[in-house]
Nanobody, 126 residues
């Protein structure tokens, strides 16, 4: 019903920048929240940043001042600008969205469901 497709990962040297994007498509009525998570080697998946449909962002402490999350509601797309990258930022980055589908809205539901992308690898070399 809903698909999330990430793009923009790759290899970058420490101190460099990368930009990720994630487009949602399908049976979408609204997207109250979108976000990025990452999972490093041997680690659990962790929150990086989220943004609400009115543009309010939140960040995990380790990326504050370095990463910026934004979204284009008309395109159902969320972005993550990553600056001053560090080797410890190396991870698979997953897009996540809370989506209320058209079918849900028709029957009066107001709580969306979580959807995930397949992930994109970001590698930061030292």
């Amino acid at each position: 019903q809903v698909q999330l497709v990430e793009s923009g990962g790759g290899l970058v040297q420490a101190g460099g920048s990368l930009s990720l994007s994630c487009a949602a498509s399908g049976d979408i009525f609204s997207i109250p929240s979108m976000g990025w998570y990452h999972q490093g080697p041997g680690k659990q998946r962790e929150l990086v940043a989220t943004i609400t449909d009115d543009g309010s962002p939140t960040y995990t402490d380790s990326v504050k001042g370095r990463f910026t999350i934004s979204r284009d509601n008309a395109k159902n797309t969320v972005y993550l600008q990553m600056n001053s990258l560090k080797p410890e930022d190396t991870a698979v980055y997953y897009c996540s969205a809370v989506v209320l589908t058209v079918d849900q809205a028709i029957i009066g539901e107001d709580a969306g469901m979580d959807y995930w992308g397949k992930g994109t690898l970001v590698t930061v070399s030292s």
